[in-house]
């Protein structure tokens, strides 16, 4: 219950002076594969009640935020744009330097744990769709014609960033399954969303709300029973892949 509160504070903190988004239609807890929810869906947690507007086009805020991605792009380094390129992938492997590169954390061995976050991502994708869609922020890179991102250019809508709010979901996740190396996984999940901006795919304040929505989405997973009985066989599993007691 504490990891709900902590996540639920920040979201309150975050949503306090924003007027709430008007009330929209049903929708179906479906992720873009037509999967069904499996804790967190639409219903249960509207972001767009949560998270605060992007700064609008046009905007001062919008352009220094341009600004700095022009800044980014200027001074990266071929090993940064590289790293940006592979952490475009998601999969929970992209977090094998922070549990240590152990041999036995592949995807043969962890069935379960393979699993466990492939209905995380259903989740994520089921609560970020309709947000993206009503937030309908264009990507940097559509706004400011010097930007050259070094991964393929999404086609969906920027805010909140996508692969942030995964990162976050699921370093939390992983932390509470090996809580050992909970510092180094937060970190890398830093890291992993902070490379949306490196890529130029991102504005700094869609990685930042996926930061929030990510961590309510991993709150609100640690409050599910289904999710609960299903970590608990997923870390016992990792746990002895990983040689730990």
């Not at 996540?7 to 992720?31: D, K």
């Not at 600004?67 to 992938?89: K, S, W, Y």
């Not at 999710?227 to 066989?233: H, L």
Request: proline share 9%; with cysteine; net charge positive.
């Amino acid at each position: 219950m504490n990891k709900l509160l902590i996540a639920l504070s920040a979201a309150l903190l975050a949503s306090a002076s924003v007027p709430q988004a008007t009330a929209a239609p049903p929708l179906a807890p479906q992720s873009a594969a037509g999967d069904t929810a499996h804790c967190v869906d639409a219903h249960s947690l509207d972001l767009r009640r949560i998270l605060p507007p992007p700064p609008a086009v046009g905007s001062p805020r919008a352009r220094a935020e341009l600004d700095e991605l022009l800044r980014i792009q200027a001074q990266r380094t071929p090993g940064e744009a590289e790293l940006a390129r592979r952490d475009a992938v998601r999969s929970i492997f992209r977090f094998a330097d922070a549990l240590g590169d152990p041999p036995g954390f592949e995807a043969g061995r962890l069935p379960r744990t393979v699993a466990l976050f492939r209905h995380i991502d259903i989740d994520e994708t089921a609560v970020l769709g309709p947000a993206k869609r009503d937030f309908a922020r264009p990507r940097p890179f559509a706004v400011e014609a010097r930007l050259a991102p070094v991964v393929a250019r999404p086609m969906s809508e920027s805010y909140p960033s996508g692969h942030s709010t995964w990162a976050y979901a699921t370093a939390l996740v992983l932390a509470d399954m090996v809580p050992e190396r909970r510092a180094r996984l937060l970190a890398r999940a830093d890291q992993y969303a902070r490379n949306r901006t490196v890529a130029g795919v991102h504005y700094p304040s869609d990685v930042e709300a996926g930061r929030l929505a990510g961590t309510t989405i991993a709150a609100l997973l640690f409050t599910c029973p289904a999710f609960e009985r299903e970590e608990a066989g997923a870390r016992q599993e990792l746990r002895a892949a990983l040689r730990l007691r």
